[in-house]
């Protein structure tokens, strides 16, 4: 098997000079003053967002494409915080478990018995789904083997992404899924050497260990001391998800999830936090300090029962929270519009129905992720000087708001659509998925190789 499923290296390579011309209904910005633009195209140039364009102003003839999408809306692509491309093919395969049951009993044994194959379908369906639903942006947790197949997917799709080695070193859910400390150190060096700034700088490199109780304080902090060879990675990992991983944090160490990572060094504005449900004040006093990130991920906080994380109180002590899907076995899904609609409306019955209104929800997904990965001058909202990374939303469906209005918009975006909205997304100036076409992959090919690779993965546990 080998490059058959992916159409990303057949993909013509964009022209130096490449002019193209986008005439939307309206365009999103996103930007400091969330701009809504009406009667204007938008004009790229070589992948980057070059100007706005008066409608009676242009020359068709001066663009190599002109798209005429003025029954549509453009957007900032998506940007999800935390994802686990891995995991897709297990969807449906793990559920009604508790975090630490799930891992034990379902997740860590699969993840074991990956191979190359299994893994390059389940990243291709990851990326694959991922861009159908707008996501132009991720932070990949990763696993334990084979990480440079992830990687060379990434790099063929042309979709934008953090990935890395998920470090295990210590497993007591599951002995047999983990490595040695000095091998973890090794390979995450030849990854990041490899792949950080593959790709044009679209590909970066993530510094990932799972989760405090699968790592060593060796590893921990060796790594953390790596990451500042390569500059522009993050540092990503799981804290304070659910109530009995706490716990046993607290056994171990005699100290909070956060505290402890405080305590060895690991937190700064490089660092992004998967969940952080259950948190106390001082941790909380440690994230703002920091500066350190949040991926919020509220349709997987329930499903595994872990709780609603407090994100009205982490927004209003000005820490940054982002959104990401997880992994699909603990949301079933990767859209960032359920992950949207979802982080506004668990906090409501709280917080009162003012709180995570969907402009508010809407940056969260943009902006603000590229903001929490270090990405906001090139990605994250449509400004003059920012790589094209953008998605056509159909806000005309029989399901959205009939109305045209400004203050609907945001609404409309975050309560009303669904991946389905999504016709044409691009990234770095190149058409990922046209009219609801992906032209990344050949979906069916790679739907009926995935439940193949599944089949066979299912044999080996
Ligand atoms: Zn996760």
Redesign the pocket.
Known sequence: MGRSQSRGKSMSKKKSGEKLLIIPKQIITADPQDRIIKDKALEIIDGKIASFIQLNNYKKENYDEVVDARNLTLIPGFIQT?I?LSQTLFRGLAEDLPLLDWLRLKIFPFENAHNKESLRLTAQLSINELLMGGTTTFLD?GTLRYGEVVFSELINSGIRGFSGKCLIDINDLYPDFKSSTDDEIKDIMNLAKRFHNSADWRIRYSFSPRFVLSCSEKLLKETKEIMKDFPGSVYHT?SSESIDEINEVRKRFHKENIEYFNSIGVLDDHTVL?HCVHTSDIERKMLKDRDTKIAH?PSANLKLGSGVAPIPIYLKEGISVTLGA??APCNNNLSIFNEMRMASLIQKPFNGTGSMDAKTVFRMATIEGAKALHLQDDVGSIEIGKKADLVLMDLDSYSNSYSDLDETIYSDIVFSSKTENVRSVMVDGKWLVKERESLAYDQREIISKGKEELKNLLKRL
Do not use: F, N
């Open positions: 935390h686990h947790m799981h998967a991920c997880d992994g």
